[in-house]
């Protein structure tokens, strides 16, 4: 079965610092890579994925990550960090199930940006 | 930007009860999805549906749940027989296709409490 790791409950930066938010997958095949972010009371909101391509992905609100196939990681990084972006994220891995695509979240990790 | 839409916002209900959670996916889309997640914990997956049938299920989807697809725009949850441990948010995703290469849009959720 597919699985991520988010091995930090918790990450906390200066805003206008860079911030980095881990993932590391496991996957059989070539491996379809989420994130996404949830605010307070919200839903989940998809910031960018991974599927081919570029290892550097870009996404929302000037979220990137990097793709490391021989690391299996995932990372959400962000080169500048505002105090809006303080939410809660999940790295997510597509996962075939009877040939329909769902997703299999990590258990996420809360970013706290200090002003 | 089109949104999937979920009612309501806050479910509460007594044990042994059954409760009807709504969604309206986004118009276009074809591939609908139920994910909970448990207060502090990950999202789970639940259940896919695809041309008005279950596509795949959970261990967690067992007989108390079902979903149906009513009319053109409703896509439902209904719990039949409540327990204190379904007590969580549930979220609806959309999804345009099921390879994965289209991201799943999610709801705000509805937060579910059994009493």
């Known amino acids: 079965a597919q699985s991520v790791a988010q091995p930090e409950d918790q990450v906390n930066v200066a805003e206008g610092n860079p911030l980095t938010v881990k993932c590391t997958y496991s996957?059989?095949?070539?491996?379809?890579l989420f994130w996404y972010v949830q605010y307070p009371n919200r839903g989940l909101q998809f910031l960018l994925k991974?599927?081919?391509?570029?290892?550097l992905v870009k996404g929302s609100y000037g979220f990137e990550a990097e793709f490391n196939k021989s690391q299996t990681s995932f990372h959400l990084k962000k080169p500048s960090a505002l105090v809006s972006d303080s939410a809660l994220y999940f790295c997510a891995v597509r996962d075939i199930r009877a040939g329909y695509s769902t997703l299999t979240f990590g258990k996420g990790t809360m970013l706290l940006v200090s002003p | 930007e089109p949104e999937v839409t979920q009612t309501p916002s806050h479910q509460v209900t007594q044990m042994g009860q059954e409760v009807i959670l709504r969604c309206v996916p986004i118009?276009?889309?074809?591939?609908f999805y139920w994910y909970r997640q448990i207060l502090g914990q990950k999202v789970e997956f639940l259940v896919s549906?695809?041309?008005?049938?279950?596509?795949?299920k959970s261990e967690i989807f067992d007989d108390q749940f079902s979903v149906e697809r009513p009319d053109g725009s409703n896509f439902t949850l209904k719990i039949r027989s409540t327990k204190l441990e379904d007590s969580a948010m549930y979220f609806c995703a959309s999804s345009e296709d099921q390879v994965g290469n289209q991201p799943q849009h999610f709801g705000d959720g509805t937060r579910l409490s059994i009493l």
């Open positions: 549906f695809y041309n008005n049938e279950i596509s795949e």
């Open positions: 991974y599927i081919t391509g570029d290892n």
């Open positions: 118009s276009n889309h074809l591939y």
């Open positions: 996957v059989s095949g070539n491996p379809y």
